[in-house]
């Protein structure tokens, strides 16, 4: 039987690290960072638009993206089956053509198309469940109503109850800040 370390060409050598061979354990200073998403709901308030523009502007400056989420709550009239089905087709049609439009705003902001979601359901659970689903979504970006009922009732959530189960960092744009305002802070 022969011995494995005599026949082994670099046995004995002096096994000092080669300074031009790649390190394994050192990070890799050429692999790019992975890319922020900045999840936005998409809803019909007027808060949207600070929203968006805030995410767009974010997500130029850092070399990030925008995802768009519509969530399309369930219906009261849910007896009549084909009543029900031809109105969920119509919210979709709605919701789609709302994103698109949403979509080349996005564009014109940061040169790139977003991720867009459509999803039906209670809005604040289908906002966890894309964010569970979508590791690359890194920030939810909300903006604050400015009515006397309060913030909103996603903000109002994710600032209680919800924010334990986040696993990304919430950001809310006061809905009371003009345009020049927030551009200048971004």
């Known amino acids: 039987m022969s011995d494995p370390i005599a026949t082994d060409p670099n046995a004995g050598a002096d096994v000092t690290p080669d300074s031009t061979a790649p390190d394994s354990t050192a990070p890799d200073s050429t692999a790019k ?57 119509e919210q979709r049609a709605e919701a789609e053509q709302k994103l698109q439009k949403l979509a080349r705003d996005v564009n014109r902001l940061t040169g790139t198309l977003p991720a867009l979601y459509v999803r039906e359901g209670n809005r604040r659970d289908e906002v966890l469940a894309l964010i569970d689903e ?53």
């Open 134 to 186: 979508e590791p690359s979504i890194s920030i939810l970006v909300l903006a604050a109503g400015t009515e006397p009922e309060g913030p909103g009732p996603l903000i109002s959530y994710f600032t209680n109850r919800g924010l334990a189960k986040m696993r990304i960092p919430l950001t809310i744009v006061p809905g009371g800040i003009g345009i020049d305002a927030l551009d200048a802070i971004t």
């Open 33 to 89: 960072p992975p890319v922020r998403i900045f999840l936005v709901v998409v809803d019909e308030s007027p808060e949207l638009q600070l929203a968006l523009r805030y995410a767009c502007l974010r997500a130029r400056k850092s070399g990030g993206k925008v995802a768009l989420l519509y969530v399309i709550e369930p219906g009261e009239v849910q007896q009549w089956l084909a009543l029900e089905n031809l109105m969920r087709e």
